[in-house]
């Protein structure tokens, strides 16, 4: 499916200042965070008298929810309320936090009931660009708009004159405007590349619009909140430079083309706007089929200020991560296998032997080493590994289909491609897996606990590509 946009663009409603997140936006009660997870109403189309507002679920009543800023080392006291109809929880995707506090409904807690709350409690560890969640049902949940962004601040961050975070997402509307019930959970789905939607927002909105000045210097936070759908970001001819992936420091490197953007991933640009005062720029999302404009940059009729000088080399701090122990590390393969077209002669589901077709009528079509997992039933771990100790993950995508590998509680580094090292090791905590591509990562195993290794492809996860590791 390709996505369509009206191009009749509304200006007036969708117009933005700078900061199109505020910064530390709180709905404070007694120290406390409230993330009310509820159904909501959220302007996705255009805007136009016409256009009907979309039922969404939402925390704190917008898509995505209430934006979460902290400080690094800062307390983060928040309160899930469950004001929806089904069970729900909240995952800090890509914050290494203590394991009770992971939000995983099956493995880490217990779904948090209609009309019940739940308090999470942690100390942000690491500076950088992260997103949180829904983690029961994520496949529908998380579809329906239950995410929000959350960012940590560096203590010494890149001078910039715009920080700008963009939650690109896609969704499946009806003419009606709605999402509706039975768009969710197709076999299709499911044994394919995912939910597909055919309507792009960046924040929420249809065409988010950003004002700039000539010569600005601007940070862009960019996450990819989409069930399964892999964007190619194009800000094309601004030339942009890479510094985070997943909230980690990279290598600062020059982008040669588009970026490409996994469902769960997260890469931090540093752009110098040099087009003429009152000209534009356009960020552009591609994913099999013509671009389609997911933001603009509007110049106003100032000549530059002072430009920033010098360039972001080196701006972010590592974080405190111990150093791989290449020499000792615990090996450990999994083989990706399920799929359409795929080659996958049998699986295990719920320690039983079954055939493609049997699996299926458990809506189970993926399996990581012979076995389709199951959010109630996650009995058996991929590998036990005692604290501390170095793993590598040896991943072999033997399905049709691409796939984004997550997990949960630690980053890990891109170690090899093809059994070639990786050219650039980025440290991350979600990576995209080519058909037929073979890709080792290494991390060290130093948060107790268990941790779920899933496709973030939701569909996938949800057809059984999610395993857990327990770390003693
Ligand atoms: Cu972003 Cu297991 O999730
Ligand atoms: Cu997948």
Known sequence: MTITRRQFL????????GLLLPGVARSDEGGWTRLRAAPAEAMLLDGKPDDPMTAVWAYEGTVPGLPLRFRKGERAKI???NGLEQPTSIHWHGLRVPNAMDGVAGLTQAAVEPGDSFDYEFVVPDSGTYWYHSHNRSWEQVARGLYGTLVVEEENPPAVD????????????????????DSFGSMMDLSHAGRMGNWLT?????????NVSAGDRLRLRLLNAANARIFDLDLSPAESTLIALDGQPVTPRRLDGPLKLAP?????????LTGEPGSRLVLNAVSGGDPVEAAVFEYDQTEGRDRIAGRPEGALEAPQRPPLDHANM??????????AMGRMESGRFQGQE????????????????GVAGDMSDMHDPLLRVERGRSVAIDMFNDTRFPHAMHLHGHHFQVLEIDREPARHQDWMDTVLMFPGERLKIGFVADNPGKWLFHCHMLEHHAAGMGTWLEVG
């Open 202 to 210: 960046v924040n929420g909105k249809s065409l988010a619009k950003f």
């Open 264 to 272: 769960g991933q997260r890469a931090d640009l540093i752009v110098d």
């Open 354 to 369: 079954m055939t493609p077709r049997e699996l299926m009528s458990f809506g189970k079509i993926w399996t990581f080493n």
């Open 162 to 181: 715009h920080d700008l975070t963009l939650a690109i997402d896609d969704w499946r509307i009806a003419d009606d405007g709605q999402i509706h019930e």
């Open 330 to 339: 615990v090996e450990q393969g999994l083989l990706m296998e399920g799929g």
């Open 79 to 81: 309160r899930l309320q």
């Open 10 to 17: 509304q200006t007036a409603a969708l117009t933005t200042g």
